[in-house]
């Protein structure tokens, strides 16, 4: 019986790829052919959409075969047209998901693809109301508009309501001064517009316009209304916004659900150092970085120094790095396109050179030295190679320093473990204290874009000062001595070096600890840290003789670079190139690292 069985399945087998591969030989076996007929049923088919042939398809009568039902196997013959299955009762996400798919489709012009869509699945993609509500709206039939909003009264909030209402009435209103119907606008205005306490400032606004001559002025402009069908096609987006998902879905949120989920990808992935470029696979794929585009690979070493360099500081722009040492001059570097630092500029009259800051518009370089008494802070001003004024600092040697964003001058805060903070005002005659705060003995500082300070003091605590209205308050307090600190781009997480816990990393907003890294202790050695990567998510220092990479979420390490042969004292990511990492030494060199695609 089983023998039979086999010889029957390899003879429909048989019978079905002599179809595929010989079609004419089948259809001798069937009787002449007729040639002008299935010409013209080859070109009508292929004059129908795929959602009509899917549609004709499921409509067929079962007991009707094709010439070519003898190819078939009797099996999948009777499986194939039996009785239709009563539809399934599909869930909430499952409409929804139709929902969206159908409008990624009708989109496209798949209209009959669509219709089958939804046909088979008993779905719809949008209330009728919505259907014809989007139509008006886009058509400038404000009236009808109206009508139909009144009609969704019971399923959308009644403010809501309002806020659309409000929107087609001055619609409504600005088409009627400009086809010159005052009367009738300003009856809107006084009867038909709502009467809302809130809305008093606007609708005087609005009675304004009553006196300005269309011709002249472009009321669309001055109101931000809706000129054109296309403009309208923004005013459909911002009332879908106050509509519920199920009377109306949000535009394209298929491709917004695909962007997000490779937006999510990419922050989950712990290689994902910049933005790259989207490509059409983006949708098959999950995405995950390699690790080309780390910046792994020593591509420079800088021998320019006699002594440790323990210092430095990418300027604003990226365009240029500014480097100190135990002894020797300040350099300045240029960044060539191949991540390269080729000299710039050289300031001689520092030895001992600890803090460097840059200004806002990577134009002035200030110096701060330590350990040394009866020396001055240096501004200079970086491409004319000169000095541009220098800040009295003979009574300390353990100043700290940062430039002040968003001044209209430049203005230099300073700090130091004497008493000693203060907001200067420069100029190259004379500099003028303009903040003040006494009796705070500061390690580190940090400039805000609001104006504010961030300084750490010897008590322990990291504490926020406005200069402009002399007020203070206290943001974190660690549990050791706080050596130095660094803040991210985005002013979110403040990465700070504990004598003896490390580097420990705190959330600006919510004053919480995050996690701690405890493999990069430094203890009494000050190390400078800097965040890195297009979000700012990436942690870079130096540990002994290497640099140590972390991704901020996570305190596992990503990267070890060795290459240096003494103590690292400063590791710098590129502001602007993620792909380029600087790091100097005890044993008198700054090394560059970069990406394997940009070396």
Not at 434 to 441: N, Q
Request: aromatic share 8%.
């Amino acid at each position: 019986m089983s023998e039979d069985v086999t010889v029957a399945v390899v003879s429909n087998i048989d019978t079905v790829e002599r179809c595929a591969l010989n079609p004419e030989a089948v259809a001798s076996e069937e009787g002449p052919p007729v040639k002008k007929a299935r010409m013209q049923m080859s070109l009508q088919s292929s004059s129908r959409s795929v959602g009509q042939r899917i549609k004709e398809s499921t409509l067929k009568d079962p007991l009707q075969t094709s010439k070519s039902s003898a190819c078939r196997s009797p099996n999948v013959d009777r499986n194939s047209h039996s009785t239709p299955l009563p539809p399934r009762c599909l869930t909430q996400v499952q409409i929804n998901t139709i929902r969206i798919i159908g409008q990624y489709l009708k989109n496209l012009g798949l209209q009959e693809t669509v219709a089958t869509l939804f046909t088979e699945s008993g779905c719809r993609l949008e209330d009728s109301l919505a259907v014809r509500l989007r139509e008006c709206i886009l058509n400038g039939d404000w009236d009808l508009s109206l009508h139909l909003l009144n009609k969704m009264s019971s399923f959308v909030p009644r403010a809501n309501l309002e806020q659309i209402r409000c929107k087609f009435l001055e619609e409504k209103y600005v088409e009627l001064l400009v086809n010159d119907k005052a009367v009738e606008a300003l009856r809107l205005l006084t009867v038909d517009f709502p009467a809302d306490m809130a809305l008093v400032e606007h609708r005087n606004f609005l009675a304004t316009l009553l006196y300005v001559d269309p011709k002249v002025s472009d009321l669309y402009e001055r109101t931000g209304t809706h000129k054109t069908r296309q403009d309208r096609i923004n005013l459909v987006v911002e009332v879908q916004q106050l509509l519920p998902t199920s009377v109306m879905l949000p535009p394209n949120r298929l491709e917004q659900l695909l962007k997000q989920a490779w937006k999510t990808q990419s922050q989950d992935c712990y290689l994902h150092l910049s933005e790259p470029r989207l490509t059409p696979d983006f949708v098959l794929e999950n995405h995950q970085c390699g690790w080309k585009d780390f910046p792994l690979c020593p591509v420079q070493v800088l021998n320019n120094y006699q002594d440790e360099v323990w210092c430095a500081s990418f300027s604003p722009c990226g365009k240029y790095l500014a480097t100190g040492a135990k002894s020797g001059p300040t350099l300045v570097w240029k960044v060539n396109q191949q991540c390269l630092l080729e000299p710039y500029k050289s300031f001689e009259g520092h030895q001992n050179i600890a803090v460097l800051s840059w200004s806002e518009d990577s134009a002035m370089l200030a110096v701060a030295a330590a350990d040394v008494l009866e020396t001055d802070i240096f501004v200079y001003d970086v491409h004319n190679g000169s000095v541009f004024c220098t800040v009295d600092n003979r009574s300390s040697d353990t100043t700290v320093l940062a430039f002040s964003p968003g001044c209209q001058t430049y203005h230099l805060v300073c700090g130091d473990q004497k008493g000693r903070f203060c907001q200067y005002a420069l100029s190259q005659d004379a500099n003028k204290i303009v903040g003040k705060f006494d009796g705070y003995r500061i390690r580190a500082l940090y400039c805000c874009k609001d104006g504010s300070v961030l300084a750490a003091d010897t008590h322990n605590r990291v504490r926020k000062y406005c200069f402009n209205t002399e007020t203070e308050e206290n943001f974190i307090t660690e549990q050791s001595q706080i050596i130095t600190f660094t803040v991210d781009r985005q002013e979110r997480y403040l990465l700070v070096d504990a004598k003896l816990h490390g580097l420990r990393l705190w959330d600006l907003k919510s004053g919480t600890l995050l996690r701690t890294y405890s493999d990069a202790a430094h203890q009494d050695l000050i190390v400078h840290s800097s965040f890195g990567g297009n979000n700012q998510n990436y942690i870079a220092t130096g540990c002994n003789e290497d640099v140590r990479i972390w991704n901020h979420k996570s305190d596992h390490l990503i990267a070890s670079l060795s290459g240096h042969t003494g103590k690292v004292n400063t590791v710098v990511w590129n502001p602007t190139n993620p792909r380029m990492l600087v790091s100097c030494s005890d044993d008198n060199t700054v090394r560059v690292w970069a990406s394997s695609t940009l070396s």
